[in-house]
Nanobody, 115 residues
């Protein structure tokens, strides 16, 4: 049984950057695609980006060119580098496997983009 823990969120001004981390425990990490989701206030959770075990990536149109997902299998960690942040990026960010598993939804990490 594995676990995913998100961290790295915070308050940042528009145009700023943050790097989120998704740390995995157990044997789940190396073989699974890991996706980043976000849930803006009052809205449904949406898929942001993902990375396969082999390193192939995909992004939502709204973050292409600004966000970069990467993984370090030695550290059992997936990262989401977020640049040129906008107020509409404000959300709680989560990571999960693909497809998402109920027991892997964690607390997420809050990202707030505001001046």
């Amino acid at each position: 049984q594995g676990q995913l823990v998100e961290s790295g969120g915070g308050l940042v001004q528009p145009g700023g950057s943050l790097r989120l981390s998704c740390a995995a425990s157990g044997s789940i990490f190396k073989i699974y695609t890991i996706d980043w989701y976000r849930q803006p206030p009052g809205k449904q959770r949406e898929l942001v980006a993902g990375i396969t075990g082999g390193g192939s990536t995909n992004y939502a149109d709204s973050v292409k060119g600004r966000f970069t997902v990467s993984r370090d299998n030695a550290k059992n960690t997936v990262y989401l580098q977020m640049n040129s942040l906008k107020p509409e990026d404000t959300a709680v960010y989560y990571c999960n496997t693909r497809p998402p598993r109920t027991n892997y939804w964690g607390q997420g990490t809050q990202v707030t983009v505001s001046s």
